[in-house]
């Protein structure tokens, strides 16, 4: 209710200028509400307890910053970053854009953060107000050639394991030059054979920490078969489906929509529960999914749960709908 009342006014604004905005008021208000999680049926999941279903997407607070704010609208998990071994600033500004008619967003970021340093001191700074599930959402920066990848995972990844619940490799942001490549057979081989083996030697002096992969919804079916098999055969902890997409078609004609970036919101919906329901079947149950991509409503939120996701992330449905659809989307993946 009061969302409708100021988002009117949030539109108005520059797109980064709001963000910002909210996530303000959001600190602030943060800083007043009790800490509170929508109980509604906990649920094992790559061996963690989530106390819903619910998570927040990545990309939101991309430097842990907010953390103690989110964990008020009643997420079951929160999921920070992708943050990059070395502070970066992201490509020029502008760079997000609204199509409000179609309820999307087109983004081309390039991976603005602080660096994983400033990432990991803002996470231990509110791990004492926020004692929620957080995920840490990892990435290459964009000076990094891809041969040299696999280093910048690895580097990240030591660093964030002692913070995190679970951690997310994430290798299918379309605005990092070459970063989906990753997702090729050989290149995601020798990626997650060097991760699991770093997650088997931290796990000695941290405890065992779920390492989820995110993937585009932009992979054909024969390609998301040989990627599980490949998940299947590492021992891959979780996988997130989907990220935005390069796919446009969707928008065609409207303002924005050739915009260089990533689609996500309302059009991305159906194909991240394409890429669900095409991995459940070829994993067989054997690995968790993580369902997002379009979730603007408990329905929604069902479709990915039935398509065989354990899970659902919200990003693009929150900047249209508000903090209210976090209550919405519990509430109805409760009835599963
Ligand atoms: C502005 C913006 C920035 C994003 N940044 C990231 C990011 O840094 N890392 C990531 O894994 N996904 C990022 N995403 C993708 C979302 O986490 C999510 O996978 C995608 O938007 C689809 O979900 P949605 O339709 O609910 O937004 C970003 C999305 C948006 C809209």
């Not at 796919?247 to 689609?263: I, M, N, P, T, W």
């Not at 991509?293 to 508000?322: M, N, P, T």
Request: hydrophobic share 40%.
């Amino acid at each position: 209710m009061l969302y409708s009342l100021i988002r009117p006014l949030l539109f108005l604004q520059d797109t980064e200028a709001s963000h910002r905005l909210t996530l303000s008021m959001l600190d602030r208000a943060g800083c007043l509400l009790p800490e509170r999680t929508l109980t509604h049926r906990p649920v094992t999941v790559m061996g963690i307890t989530f106390p819903n279903r619910v998570g927040l997407a990545a990309g939101l607070d991309k430097n842990g910053a907010h953390v103690v704010g989110l964990g008020r609208l009643g997420f079951g998990f929160l999921e920070v970053g992708t943050v990059t071994p070395v502070a970066q600033a992201g490509n020029p500004q502008p760079r997000l854009f609204r199509l409000p008619a179609h309820q999307a967003i087109i983004n081309r970021m390039g991976f603005n953060n602080d660096g994983v340093d400033a990432l990991v001191a803002n996470v231990s700074a509110s791990r004492s107000r926020y004692a929620g599930v957080l995920g840490i959402n990892i990435g290459k920066n964009k000076d990094t050639p891809n041969d040299k990848a696999v280093d910048d995972y690895l580097l990240a990844l030591r660093k964030v394991y002692p913070h995190a619940d679970y951690i997310t490799a994430n290798i299918s942001s379309p605005n990092t030059v070459g970063l989906r490549e990753l997702q090729s057979a050989d290149a995601i081989k020798s990626l997650l054979e060097r991760l699991k083996n770093a997650q088997a030697e931290l796990a000695t002096n941290f405890g065992y920490k779920p390492i989820a992969i995110k993937i585009a919804p932009d992979l054909s079916d024969d390609a998301l078969v040989e990627l599980a098999d490949i998940f299947k055969q590492f021992e891959i902890d979780g996988i997130i489906a989907t990220n935005t997409t390069i796919d446009k078609s969707a928008v065609a004609g409207s303002r924005y929509s050739s915009e260089e970036g990533g689609l996500s919101g309302v059009p991305v919906r159906a194909q991240s529960t394409h890429v669900i329901t095409v991995l459940a079947n070829a994993l067989g149950g054997e690995i968790p999914i993580i369902g997002v991509g379009g979730i603007s409503s408990g329905a929604d939120a069902l479709e990915k749960l039935r398509a065989g996701a354990s899970l659902v992330q919200l990003y693009s449905g929150l900047i249209y709908r508000g903090p209210s659809l976090v209550n919405e989307v519990v509430k109805a993946c409760a009835q599963v």
